[in-house]
């Protein structure tokens, strides 16, 4: 993580594999190989690209149908430019910090951060919201570099209870504080879409930390976002 603090009092950090560059969180890791970075995205694209031509040839698709000849492209650069771009940290997000000047040490919440991300089982989506809570010390951050955070972490093939985990250690270590609460509540389309076809259900984690998993502090983190306890 490179930190450099300006002259008004802002502090940029690039947030940069945060959580899997600490070796005594290797349980927290996306599973990523080493070697994730050595192919250019163009590499990447081209490869996914043929690949995705033959699951599609083997399904029994025309690939000369002029509505499918250029799919297996569109598909490629979605995986790498987009829904997974997470899985590179030069896609890392730049993050602000700013002096907390005010000394606000309320609670401050941002909810409803839309998610989107793949189940790492079976390569479909989770789609929900997250709901973030913190204490601040000696820095706020910018709220637009939360959301920024989130939708880093979403970015890759998850476990929703990894992503959940990953986001609050993510901001204790940028904000240097213990006291961060996460929410996520998201809808698997692994449950919805297939096998049991269940439409109607969600799935709730959380990771509380410091004064959020305290009782009064969590009500009122639960209060403010409308969630029984």
């Not at 009092?9 to 927290?28: A, C, F, Y």
């Not at 004064?211 to 976002?225: A, I, M, V, Y």
């Amino acid at each position: 993580m490179k930190i450099k603090e300006s002259v008004s009092n802002v502090v940029d950090l690039t947030l940069t594999t945060v959580i899997e560059s600490n070796p005594e969180e290797t349980t927290l890791r996306s599973p990523l190989k080493e070697e994730v970075c050595v192919l250019t995205e163009e590499q990447k694209i081209a490869a996914i690209s043929k690949h995705v031509k033959a699951i599609m040839d083997i399904l029994g698709l025309d690939l000369n149908d002029k509505s499918l000849k250029d799919t297996p492209s569109r598909v490629a650069q979605m995986y790498v430019k987009e829904i997974f771009s997470g899985l590179n940290p030069k896609n890392s997000p730049q993050v602000t910090l700013f002096e907390n000047k005010y000394h606000y040490h309320g609670m401050l919440v941002e909810k409803n951060i839309k998610v989107h991300s793949f189940c790492e089982h079976h390569l479909i989506p989770i789609i929900g919201k997250a709901h973030i809570a913190y204490i601040p010390k000696d820095y706020v951050i910018g709220l637009s570099k939360i959301s920024q955070i989130v939708h880093y972490y979403a970015k890759r093939p998850q476990l929703q209870e990894r992503l959940t985990i990953q986001i609050a250690q993510a901001l204790k270590k940028v904000l240097k504080t213990e006291d961060v609460g996460v929410i996520i509540d998201a809808e698997h389309t692994c449950v919805s879409i297939r096998d049991v076809e269940d439409t109607c259900s969600s799935t709730i984690t959380s990771s509380l930390h410091g004064k959020l998993k305290e009782k009064s502090t969590k009500e009122e983190f639960l209060n403010l976002l409308k969630i029984s306890s």
